[in-house]
């Protein structure tokens, strides 16, 4: 069994990726952390979780941490990079399903943050865990940058396009839409029911996060910088992620065979039959990416349609898939089962 | 493996009830049936079930239902009541999840449900399928008739008072909130989401379907006929059931204690601790039933909350645990998971 | 035109309040006040009033408030009694939305308000703001409390039966469910939109404080106290109240005819057709309250369905009906507006 | 008073339509038809236009059409274009809110609605009714076309862009958003409550009947065939439109400024400050269209945000403006209260 704890469980991605590790068949939970929390059941919380796990909130500091083999740190941005230095170096692997090391470069990262980063020699080696593209890397990695929600859904959309180099790279555009519980458990009125409950909008327009770490990943796999717009909005719904991507490719290639190839051999990426719009709920609670390409009217703007679950995909279940990689088990322990529809 | 088949697995209840199936390790779904979708790909309808069943609809007389051990019913009322004679007569074991062989009384299921019942001589072999009563009767059933998702929830909360004889027996308010989900999957006007979204409504307050089958349970349980009043009402949101249910006792009898004793030994019924109010997401997907009883500032009203997703514990969930008891099986094999939180 | 002021109206009650105030043809809204929000815009926070509502929230202390005919108080439990004295004092008139004047007696209010009231004697001469009983003392009130929401929508629907002593006084069971905007615009987890769509519960069983509010008024109506339980759930949906209230009635009564004879003369309180289901988005953005009667199965047990506009009959359209009737204006002026479907 | 009629009321717009109607000064609304409802009152399937309207459908031959002075259709598509020549021959003024008169070309429209135009000489004649960009030609049309949801919300964005020669017009792409009630209110499974909530989806990405509609009005306006990828997607709200909009601008146009002004007269167009993101629920119910126009990181992609109501501004409301220019009134009559917001 390979022991984990897990910092920071209070909020959404805390609690999904519990429910995803206690039903794990090789995963034991030594310790779940909070400082608000401590001493709380767990389950007195989450009480989803009433039955599978019989543990409290634990401080930080009392937990076992160390005699973890993986600690997952779903903490607010700049809390995980305090702690993962001394982990490391006690021989803990981390996955951190926050922000703190999904940008190489600790310039760009404090400018997007607000913060200086407090391991800047760690990023360098951090390893961004989007498996589609560093799976041999993930495997062996000391530190795991769990991607971000948006850059989850936009990247596996644009990838082919990119790796292939049919997309005109200078003019992406990235529309996406995210239900609520992106914006995470804390209390704020922006999100309340009343707030954001029969109302759409976008937010962010003149820049968000995820820009540069969705910039980040597709230039690399380009080999030079793209150009890339990304406007969030926010949709009265719980779960769910739908990029609406676009971008302009010149000439008669077979995108639907593109893709299909792209992701044949990928557990998680399921290309849908030509001509499909992809719906949100068909990924609610799992792991699963799915994706449609259209061209419309034959002309040369192609149209990719991706979503996932953003709590899963988005977050907790890439991470469960991480740990999975990083301690050689089948990739789809603990995750293969199907979407809640309806 | 035990050999299944589904007839008339395109409602909710059937793609809940595959969504089960395809995950318990030891059943084998053998057909889907559907007259009006016969040659469709279940997935291709279901898209959360791409990669999970690999069959298409077939016509019910296509079928090779009588290979099968078991075949559930997840057809419209009346129809299962047509071929269950035959499929009995074969040897096959038969869960309908539909309300033909609810009633006990011939005369009262064509009064409630305006037919003629087909085999009224199965009426009275049929279990009535709510574990928690009837578990060893279940174990040999031939045909389990799966209880409503109002009933489940309705009966759940008030048994301990009725079989401890300290409920007022003829004055019980059953006042109960469901999902929409619980009208099904058929084009109607008054499910749209547009008219059942930003708002809240009783119906059927002259008299609704499932009230004669709660009297029946309760009647039979309290050896008495029992007066009840039930009020159903439409909650916008897809899954679960809420029912508030009242009644009067008398004394100072530990009502918290009664409940807890009663359900100690059920693995799906979860007492929670005196105070609570059970929210019915913590049940979203799974087949528990989560109760609270309370008795405000402590007068003879006594108050129980009793929540389950109506498609799981009050439909599929419920018919899977009917399944295990019938062939052997443990209670909760395939059905062992945490509800999807948030 | 009448001069009004409105303190404290960043929450719900307020915009709302607003938003009925800037379409009234008999009234000038001479000052918005909020001490957090001092110098911003009102339509800046509401951009609903862009373009209806030309100023800017400024700080209690510095408003015009004594040069008002008439102040709403729109603010938390506990601030009006601060202040009202000194207005009345200084001649204007008060309503307020909150709790400070609704329970007559003192000692009451401090055991559910948790705190000492600040000018106790007003509270005997302040008017319970219920048109439908109270509308001549409503006239020449000084202050007037606005009645909680909760406490309209079950007062309107047990009147008729208590007033005509058909109801077993001792056995009233209100059973409400409110939209989330009931519980205000302030940042809590609780009313996060992840927290509260896709779910349903109960809370407050153990006693909320409508419940002494509701008991005061039906029990001066009885002439003695009357028994009641009330237990109020939490709707995903923004506005509406839904009360279904359950009491015993002896004999023969036309409760149909009894209730539309009471309520003839009544602007606001619409009597449906024998066998309606009334729903909450009838109401939606108007001060109407429906009402339908039934007795299931021609027994003993009466069930009456009342909905309400939680913001409107419930709080800000009920003030300003209560407005009209100070000011000797016609009671619907403002408020003649159908309701918004769908 | 001006008399008019509607012909096939029974719909989101056509109930949307009568609330405006009922509260319009100048208006006196003389006969409602239906087929399928002859006979029934209309606040009996509309329970909130009880007290407001007091008539019941008729068959549309035997209502008093050619009395009225102005007729609505509110009516499926190819309804209107087999009246409108007899009513137009009588006299009578027409507003179609279906798409019968949208598209002039009657090749085109036949390739989209898939039918053969009853009277293609009208279409010709039909003015386009927009306001802002056809105000003059509306006030003495005979028949006016109303604009789709979407066309209203995209145009009215792209506008100022195209007018002054700013935006890229080969490569505008409109990503659009909508609630559920833009599918009107017919009985289907797709629009089912448990389909639509908790779910977010594309539609129609390989042509949307919108697409040529809004392509005609820009590209007369740019004087050129305009390129426009247009991808809709549905929301699960009940009301509300959200476009999102994309082109390119070379230089260093004020484009805040432009929109400003451009709009400055419009009593409908509502250009929010600088860095602005409009929520469809600040228009719910309202005829207004609130914009913001963002350049991200001050490159070349502009980014227009445009918000209405669709069954408002983008269906009934329109259709309201369009009788005021019609008949001379002035243009905000029966339009000017604030949107219900939350």
């Known amino acids: 069994m390979i022991k ?27 310790c779940v952390t909070s400082r608000g929390e401590a001493g709380t059941r767990v389950d007195a919380m989450f009480p989803n979780l009433r039955g599978f796990l019989d543990l409290q909130f634990v401080e930080p500091d009392a937990a076992p941490l160390t005699e973890c083999d993986l600690v997952f740190f779903a903490t607010p941005n700049g809390t995980a990079m305090q702690s993962v230095p001394a982990l490391v170096e006690a021989g803990v692997r981390v996955i951190d399903l926050a922000a703190d090391f999904r940008i190489r470069d600790a310039g760009e990262w404090t400018q997007w943050y607000g913060m200086e980063h407090a391991c800047p020699e760690l990023l360098a080696e951090a390893v961004y865990g989007l498996p589609e593209i560093n799976r041999e890397a993930i495997r062996s990695a000391r530190v795991v940058a769990n991607p971000g929600c948006y850059p989850t859904a936009v990247t596996l959309g644009f990838l082919p396009l990119i790796e292939s180099g049919l997309a005109a790279r200078g003019a992406l555009i990235a529309d996406a839409k995210s239900g609520v519980s992106g914006a995470g458990r804390k209390a704020q009125v922006g999100t309340l029911f009343s707030e954001a409950d029969e109302n759409f909008k ?6 968000h996060r995820h820009l540069p770490e969705i910039r980040q990943t597709l230039s690399a796999v380009a080999g030079e910088t793209v150009g890339l717009t990304f406007v969030p909005h926010l949709v009265p719904m719980v779960r769910g992620i739908h990029a609406t991507l676009y971008t302009t490719v010149a000439g008669e290639a077979d995108l639907q065979a593109l893709f299909e190839q792209r992701y044949a051999a990928e557990p998680f990426v399921d290309v849908l039959p030509a001509g499909s ?8 609670g799992v792991n699963t ?43 789809a322990l603990g995750l293969d089962t199907p979407a809640l529809l309806p």
Chains 1, 2, 3, 4 share one sequence.
């Open 4 to 30: 984990v704890g897990v910092v920071g469980a209070t909020g959404y991605t805390g609690v999904e990726l519990l429910r995803l590790l206690v039903r794990h068949p090789q995963v034991e939970v030594l």
């Open 202 to 207: 976008a937010y962010g327009v003149a820049g």
């Open 277 to 284: 719009h992809p719906e949100t709920r068909t990924v609610r």
């Open 289 to 331: 990416c799915r994706i449609a390409v259209h061209r419309p009217q034959g002309g040369d703007t192609v149209v990719v349609l991706s979503v996932i679950d953003n709590l899963v995909k988005g977050a907790a279940g890439q991470a469960v898939h991480n740990l999975n990689l990083m301690f050689g088990l089948d990739e």
